[in-house]
């Protein structure tokens, strides 16, 4: 059963924008360094952006820097994906994930995920 659980997906127009947001269902997010990932079809699943357990620390992909922002409300065990200025290429499942370190942008360093959520930007 998955740790985590995706929400707030949907199909939109470009330069649209939707917030994700990703629930643990036995974690508590204030402990781990959490991160978005995608994969679109036919593609390897890529780095969006991670953020530190406290939340004051972030990284993001380059394709994605100053359109999306990644954040925790650790006081209700969430994180969230807010994507602005949406583009066709963001088209993709986006999954949550979290671990027990420093934020990172490898996939394999994260032990917990989420089933994802599908997001597709098209006109």
């Known amino acids: 059963q998955p740790q985590l659980e995706e929400s707030g997906g949907g199909l939109v127009r470009p330069g649209d924008s939707l917030r994700l947001s990703c629930v643990p269902s036995?974690?508590?997010?204030?402990?781990?360094?959490v991160a978005w990932f995608r994969q679109a079809p036919g593609k390897e699943r890529e780095f969006v952006a991670s953020s530190s357990w406290s939340g004051g620390t972030t990284f993001y992909a380059d394709s994605v820097k100053g359109r999306f922002t990644i954040s925790k409300d650790n006081a209700k065990n969430m994180v969230f994906l807010q994507m602005n200025n949406l583009k066709p290429e963001d088209t993709a499942v986006y999954y949550c994930?979290?671990?027990?370190?420093?934020?990172?942008?490898?996939?394999?360093?994260?032990?917990?995920w989420g089933q994802g959520t599908q997001v597709t930007v098209s006109s």
């Open positions: 036995r974690l508590l997010i204030n402990e781990y360094a």
């Open positions: 994930a979290a671990h027990f370190g420093s934020p990172t942008s490898n996939a394999d360093d994260y032990g917990n």
